[in-house]
């Protein structure tokens, strides 16, 4: 190759813009040279099948959903506990600290990603211990050191030690709102919120394996990719927050909006919003309806509560992800 090619590729190399990527690590410190298959990497259920340690309805006969991916060690004590540490898998901002046995997640960590291409989150459940120098609102490079991998939960079933695992999860914050919603909801009342927006109601989660095992990924391509399950039409007075964080998800003039146009994935994440304008045909007279529904993703959907067991009325799912969503437009 001659010297002046070598020079034109180099400059090609500079001028041409770089796409769009986040780095990404592995959470935990396993040995990936040591990875051959999934189960090398994947800690399942009791039930020993691999799938229950996936995102998805894979627990229960599919009729129980996993919101992120269940991680095994790679590394034990001489007690049986495992010993590898859990890392932040992309650079980001400690939004979460619970260091308290009093939940399902157990001990957990929550980050935000702002400089990814959405501002997802991702968290990093029933972990042994959390590292003492992570502070709230402390700003971490992905690789450090969160806390160690653990089977912390209080959950109705315990995390025996060969089961220990790093539960990891990334997805969206429905809303600022949250805490004003889950005050008032009457089932509430006797189960205080302790984990505020972090609560897992308010967290809505993708499945994270597509980003793991990658050097770097398009955080808002892997949301987009996720196909419409179901469509919402509903009116709102104020702009929901959930478009205001997530600029990037709406299209439409969000000054005239009087409601939105909202299409949802089959777990239940908003992925885009259509403004509508007052006078909009396609808006309810009040509230909000189920507008269209993928058909073939109808089982699902029931199974999912996104839809009620008669396929066509809303779920309760549904019914509390846009209450959610719409606690701060009203
Ligand atoms: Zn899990």
Redesign the pocket.
């Known amino acids: 190759m001659s010297r002046r090619y070598r020079l034109a590729l180099l400059f090609l190399g500079l001028t041409t813009a770089p796409l769009p990527a986040t780095e990404v690590v592995w959470p935990t410190t396993l040995d990936l040279t040591a990875v051959r298959s999934a189960q090398d990497y994947l ?1 399942p259920t009791v039930s020993g099948r691999l799938e229950s ?1 996936t995102f998805g309805m894979v627990r229960e006969e599919g009729l129980r959903f ?5 991680i095994r060690p790679g590394r034990h004590d001489a007690a049986g506990e495992a010993l590898d540490l859990v890392r932040a898998a992309m650079d980001g901002q400690v939004a979460y600290v619970n260091p308290h046995v009093n939940g399902p997640y157990g001990k957990y960590v929550v980050l935000v990603h702002p400089g990814a291409e959405l501002p997802v989150y991702s968290l990093y ?2 972990l042994a211990a959390i590292d003492p120098a992570v502070r709230l609102g402390m700003f971490t490079r992905r690789g450090l050191t969160l806390g160690r991998m653990g089977r912390t939960s209080a959950g109705a079933s315990p995390i025996t030690p060969d089961r220990a ?5 990334v997805g969206l914050i429905l809303s600022t709102g949250f805490n004003q919603w889950y005050a008032a909801q009457p089932d509430n009342r006797k189960s205080p919120n302790l984990h505020g927006l972090f609560n897992g109601q308010n967290l809505i989660g993708m499945d994270p394996l597509p980003l793991l095992g990658q050097r770097s990924v398009d955080v808002l391509a892997l949301v987009r990719r996720q196909p419409t399950a179901l469509t919402v039409v509903l009116r709102a007075p104020k702009v929901p927050d959930f478009v205001t964080r997530y600029p990037v998800l709406a299209r439409g003039e969000r000054g005239k909006a009087a409601g939105w146009y909202v299409e949802f994935s089959w777990q239940g994440m908003p992925l885009r919003w259509t403004a509508l304008e007052a006078g909009n045909p396609r808006l309810p007279a009040q509230g909000w309806q189920i507008a269209e529904v993928d058909v073939t993703q109808r089982p699902l959907l029931i199974r999912r509560k996104l839809l009620a067991a008669d396929g066509r009325k809303p779920g309760e799912l549904l019914t509390q992800n846009v209450g959610i969503l719409l606690s701060t437009a009203r």
């Open positions: 800690q340690a996993h919101e992120g991916v269940d459940a029933h695992h790093l539960h990891f999860e």
